[in-house]
């Protein structure tokens, strides 16, 4: 299989060309490389008018209040002994939904501090994640100068993923390097609270819904309706009707507050009748769903342990649910939404390695894939599963050791490995929950 077919199958996936450093795809998402913790540029979301950088030590106030403001951050920061990364990039108009990610290549142990400021009347989110794609950090405010200070608790690629939640304007962001052990405390430059630096734990509900919001924006759903709060006590259910097209595709989550330990989604058909769950022992349930027939559902929250407030928020899939490989429906958008969440790292297919479909016939089967994996490259090896697949898991192993895995409980594990050797990987898919097809493609970063 050629290179430019291997593209253009990511092209047709995110309805979308595909994601490269310092270029913009119409889904108005675009990478910005980084170089020895540095990084390299700037990046122009659709209806952008191109970009800036702010150089030198001394930022010259003006007339532009953002360039007061990194002024002023440049100064305080300074003096907890951080040092500006490089230039201070600016983007001269993200437009709303628009989605930027700025690499930053990480020393195990080092401090850094992240800070974007966006024009007046906008709300601008960062979400940090590490070289596995969990996230570490997040400031998702309702603000326009989200900041997040973290020491990496392993090396290698970070990304700091900027998202424009409400309104269209400039910002500038900058990266800053600090002593190990040191993080800051940015509330008095900007004012507010701290934000939790681990996932979201310790944070709000309404901090929570809106980092889960964030996360299935990136992933390229957009919200069906308004999200809807409640109360639950113990071993209590509540009724959503929601009223679903035929041949759409749909995404539904709950997040519950501090009080409430397990949380479960139903999604039910017009007869009653149980078509997805989610009754994993968590609280934060998501249900997915491309009905056939277009008709009056039901999702129903259930308080399996605990009692409290939660947020219940639909979402609807905008783009096609066919795409290249016959795949469609429930396995093709599961496909598009970690390819989307993939090209945001930098991560496009490899023409290296043919994509390959597969069955599990039952829970506990596995499958195995042989992989020749050059040296000192970076690889994503993703599985997807559909319909009656509800967790898969994958693991990377060399001469029999593991090198690396994915075994969270989601149907679409997506492997991060970046190689220090040759030689002859086996990637290990296994129906951990449930059973049927499942498909597999190995993506490469650029840039290493």
């Known amino acids: 299989m050629t290179r430019n077919f291997m593209l253009l199958t990511l092209s047709l996936l995110l309805a979308t060309p595909t994601l490269t450093a310092c270029t913009v795809s119409p889904r108005r998402v675009a990478f910005v490389g980084s170089t020895n ?17 702010a150089n030198g030590g001394a930022l010259p106030a003006g007339s532009d209040p953002q360039l007061a403001q990194l002024a002023q951050l440049n100064q305080v920061l300074t003096q907890q002994r951080f040092t500006r990364v490089g230039p201070a990039v600016r983007n001269n108009n993200m437009p709303e939904n628009g989605m930027v990610a700025y690499a930053i290549d990480t020393t195990m142990g080092a401090c850094y501090a992240a800070v974007a400021l966006g024009s007046d009347n906008t709300d601008l989110d960062m979400v940090m994640l590490d070289p596995s794609g969990a996230t570490v950090a997040h400031d998702v405010r309702t603000d326009a100068h989200p900041w997040i200070s973290f020491c990496a608790a392993q090396g290698g690629r970070h990304i700091a993923r900027l998202q424009m939640a409400r309104g269209t304007g400039s910002y500038y962001y900058a990266l800053y390097a600090g002593p190990a052990g040191r993080q800051v405390d940015l509330s008095a430059v900007f004012g507010g609270a701290v934000i939790a630096t681990q996932s979201t734990a310790g944070a709000g509900l309404l901090e929570n819904a809106r980092l889960l919001d964030a996360d299935m924006r990136a992933r390229g759903y957009e919200s069906y309706g308004e999200p809807s709060t409640g109360e639950l006590g113990a071993s209590d259910t509540r009724d959503f009707p929601i009223s679903l097209e035929g041949g759409k595709c749909y995404a539904v989550l709950a997040v519950g507050d501090s009080g409430v330990r397990d949380l479960d989604l ?85 023409s290296d390695f043919m994509p390959d479909r597969g069955h599990l016939a039952r829970q506990g089967r596995t499958a195995t894939q042989t992989l020749n994996l050059p040296a000192n490259a970076c690889f994503a090896m993703l599985a997807v599963g559909g319909e009656g697949m509800t967790d898969l898991d994958a693991s990377l192993s060399l001469g029999g050791q593991q090198v690396a895995a994915d075994q969270t409980r989601t149907a679409f594990p997506a492997v991060r490995y970046c190689t220090t050797r040759a030689g002859r990987y086996t990637l290990t898919i296994q129906a951990a929950a449930g059973s049927g097809d499942y498909f597999y493609q190995v993506f490469a970063r650029g840039g290493g």
Do not use: H, K
């Not at 990084?39 to 950088?53: E, R």
């Not at 609280?283 to 407030?309: E, F, K, L, W």
């Open 37 to 53: 913790g540095q990084t390299t540029g700037g990046a122009t979301s659709q209806g952008g008018q191109g970009n800036g950088q």
């Open 266 to 350: 139903l999604l039910l058909d017009p007869q009653g009748r149980e078509i997805d769950r989610d009754v994993e022992q968590d609280a934060r349930p998501i249900v997915r769903v491309c009905p056939q027939t277009s008709g009056d559902y039901a999702i129903r929250v259930s308080m399996a342990n605990g009692q409290g407030s939660f947020v219940y928020a639909p979402y609807r899939w905008p783009r096609g649910i066919r795409g290249p490989f016959n795949l469609m429906g429930l396995m093709y958008v599961r496909l598009a939404e970690v390819t989307s969440l993939l090209g945001v790292e930098g991560y496009e297919p490899s």
